[in-house]
């Protein structure tokens, strides 16, 4: 028996001795959505986007959890002008719960700041993977929609937390650079990783019309050389002098101009995504989510 096949014996028991012999038929409750957030390269205001989005979407009523999963470039927090002491490494080791390294931000939105532990997500022991196991469980309680801010291109830790995702929003600008890239990453996680379907967010748009160019860009280029990969058009972001000056000042558009046209905006792509059909995932909880990563890496 492979780790991976031992490790899901021992979560499947585990489950069912704390959770009684109905546990089995509660896939039909609702569970998080797991959302990543992605690009195919960087500077196209992915984890601005990820926090922006977060707030709007805790300010309809959902229970909002940010993970970030930016190896090495982990910035979620600055954004939210948060300082966690502890960060998702500290869960790998054992050290900390994942509540006791989640931080919430005042407008009610959960963020569990990256760290190294993922940089080594193939060398993590039998211990450290059942500890995370375990750990993103608990999630079940205290989310509505978790969000996946992630890596830009197309690294092992960028595909691994797409693949492991309800739903890939894929967010690209005008940028020739920004397209081609958006394109190849999709393409990899559909020939790899099976992925068949995402959304695509345009931000940084002078009109719904440039906006509606990438998506048919995209579009074309997926209905000609990738089978059966569907591709969304969610929405855009307009160019807007504030939230430029957002940026700058480490702030959020929905906390520095809430009446911008790009905060307006966001508010329609969050209500768009709380709105959306939920895709059926294949195990009906949040265990689902570590499994899959875990079993990426084997």
Do not use: W
């Not at 504030?242 to 508010?267: C, F, G, H, N, W």
Request: one cysteine or more; glycine letters at 8%.
């Amino acid at each position: 028996m492979d780790q991976a096949s031992g490790l899901r014996n021992i979560v499947k028991t585990d489950s069912l001795s704390r959770k009684g012999p109905s546990a089995a038929l509660d896939s039909s409750k609702s569970s998080p959505r797991v959302i990543s957030v992605t690009s195919g390269k960087g500077g196209v205001g992915k984890t601005n986007m990820v926090g922006n989005l977060a707030i709007a979407m805790t300010a309809l009523g959902k229970r909002v959890v940010i993970v970030d999963t930016d190896v090495g470039l982990a910035n979620i927090d600055i954004i939210f002008n948060l300082r966690p002491k502890y960060n998702i490494s500290h869960v790998i080791s054992g050290e900390k719960s994942l509540h006791e390294v989640m931080v919430t931000s005042r407008h009610g939105v959960n963020i569990i700041a990256g760290g190294s532990g993922f940089a080594n997500m193939t060398q993590l022991t039998h211990g450290e993977r059942l500890n995370l196991l375990t750990e993103f469980e608990t999630l079940e309680k205290t989310a509505d929609i978790i969000l996946l801010d992630t890596g830009a291109g197309i690294s092992s830790n960028v595909l691994y937390f797409n693949s492991a995702a309800d739903e890939c929003i894929v967010i690209a600008t005008r940028e020739p650079t920004s397209i081609t890239d958006a394109y190849a990453l999709m393409k990899v996680m559909s020939q790899e990783y099976g992925t068949k379907y995402f959304k695509l967010l345009v931000n940084v748009v002078s009109s719904k019309k440039d906006a509606k160019m990438v998506y048919a860009t995209l579009d074309s280029a997926i209905g000609r050389f990738l089978k059966n990969v569907v591709l969304e058009y969610l929405g855009n972001i307009p160019s807007d002098p504030k939230l430029q000056k957002a940026v700058l000042q480490r702030s959020t558009v929905m906390d520095y101009a809430p009446d911008s046209p790009s905060a307006e905006a966001i508010r329609e792509i969050a209500i768009k995504i709380a709105n959306s059909p939920i895709r059926a995932s294949s195990d009906g909880n949040i265990k689902f989510f570590m499994k899959r990563i875990l079993d990426a890496v084997n």
